[in-house]
């Protein structure tokens, strides 16, 4: 039962989201106040998609060693439907929003930053945080 390189890896993506997130959330920007708040930013809602996609991940993970050689019927049957959830996450939501969130942010960057991202804005959101919520590896 010793653990893969890969539920390791899919534990740590989780937590740097989970950082991303927690820090983005801690910033004190103008647009927060407003209508809609953070969820009117697709980048935020790629990184709340992203969130609970890793989750899943690692929930499908945990379980999957658990239930491993239980022989137990009901359990392999939710293990079955847990990764059908992951399965179909990552196929229509996590991947198609995450691509087009990063292409579109970093084209339109290369193009002209202000109409992206004002230079105004690195003096609320931190370089590394800003790379943390566009660039997925």
């Known amino acids: 039962m010793a653990l893969v390189p890969c539920q390791v890896l899919r534990v740590a993506i ?4 989970c950082s991303i997130l927690c820090n983005y959330k801690a910033i004190e920007m103008p647009s927060h106040q407003t209508y809609g708040g953070s969820w009117k930013f697709l980048t ?4 709340v998609i992203q969130a609970i996609f890793f989750g899943i991940c690692v929930l ?9 050689g239980s ?3 009901e359990q392999e049957r939710q293990l079955k439907k847990l990764i ?4 179909w996450m990552l196929a ?6 995450g691509v087009f969130v990063v292409a579109v942010f970093w084209i339109i960057y290369a193009y002209d930053r202000e109409m992206i991202y004002p230079k105004l804005l690195d003096n609320f959101i931190p370089g590394w945080l800003n790379h943390g919520m566009h660039f997925k590896a």
């Open 14 to 17: 989780l937590l740097s989201y």
């Open 44 to 47: 935020f809602i790629d990184l």
């Open 60 to 68: 499908t993970d945990l379980s999957s060693l658990l239930t491993r």
């Open 71 to 73: 022989g137990n019927q």
């Open 84 to 87: 059908s959830l992951r399965d």
């Open 92 to 97: 229509v939501l996590a991947f198609p929003v």
